[in-house]
């Protein structure tokens, strides 16, 4: 059974910076594509960022392009998103997820999910 556990959500204010964290057991990472997703409240899951298997293709929602960045050390069966200028609108549940596709995770292909970390950006 795959596990992933997030870590690293918290409390920032408006322009900080936090970094999250996926940690994978039960199977590596690789060679899935991996990614994050997030859910504020009231409002459906959307996707935020993306991973493919090697590390070496990234792709991000328009909202977070430029401030967010999603890193994998495929040695630590680890997946990482590290977000820059937070905005209160960035307040929300983040979700880990990895892929039954090598290069492209959607809701649609996600395999397993994280349980979830608290990410709350004060104005």
């Known amino acids: 059974q795959v596990q992933l556990v997030e870590s690293g959500g918290g409390l920032v204010q408006a322009g900080g910076s936090l970094r999250v964290s996926c940690a994978a057991s039960?199977?590596?990472?690789?060679?899935?594509?991996a990614g994050w997703f997030r859910q504020a409240p009231g409002k459906e899951r959307e996707f935020v960022a993306g991973?493919?298997?090697?590390?070496?293709?990234?792709y991000y929602a328009d909202s977070v392009k430029g401030r967010f960045t999603i890193t994998r050390d495929i040695a630590k069966n680890t997946v990482y998103l590290q977000m820059n200028s937070l905005k209160p609108e960035d307040t929300a549940i983040y979700y880990c997820?990895?892929?039954?596709?090598?290069?492209?995770?959607?809701?649609?292909?996600?395999?397993?999910w994280g349980q979830g970390t608290q990410v709350t950006v004060s104005s």
């Open positions: 039960g199977r590596t990472f690789r060679p899935y594509a």
């Open positions: 991973i493919n298997w090697s590390g070496h293709n990234t």
């Open positions: 997820a990895s892929s039954i596709s090598m290069h492209n995770i959607s809701e649609v292909e996600v395999e397993y």
